[in-house]
């Protein structure tokens, strides 16, 4: 069974910087592409950058520039450095992990969300 554990969300000022990790674990034989989607209330959820095992990145145009993914593929994590943070960044922040296991073909694993909020 696979887990994706978020932390680092909460409150900061706009202006301000998180950083968000994500830490996978179980039986887990390799991770292709682990990411960060977000969901404001009443809008769909959208990508906000992934990383794949390359590494290659990809970023939401609304953040390129000031959101940083980076992985650490000792610890199956990932991370999104978060920096001038903006009020329309405020959500709840999900990281996406695609990878098989020791018993599976690649998957897709979601971690229970970590809310980020921006005030003004």
């Known amino acids: 069974q696979v887990q994706l554990v978020e932390s680092g969300g909460g409150l900061v000022q706009a202006g301000g910087s998180l950083r968000l990790s994500c830490a996978a674990s179980?039986?887990?034989?390799?991770?292709?592409?682990m990411g960060w989607y977000r969901q404001a209330p009443g809008k769909q959820r959208e990508l906000v950058a992934a990383i794949t095992s390359g590494p290659s990145t990809n970023y939401a145009d609304s953040v390129k520039g000031r959101f940083i993914i980076f992985r650490d593929n000792t610890k199956n994590t990932v991370y999104l450095q978060m920096n001038s943070l903006k009020p329309e960044d405020t959500a709840v922040y999900y990281c996406?992990?695609?990878?098989?296991?020791?018993?599976?073909?690649?998957?897709?694993?979601w971690g229970q969300g970590t809310q980020v909020t921006v005030s003004s």
């Open positions: 996406n992990a695609k990878l098989r296991t020791v018993l599976t073909a690649i998957r897709q694993y």
């Open positions: 179980g039986s887990i034989f390799s991770i292709n592409t």
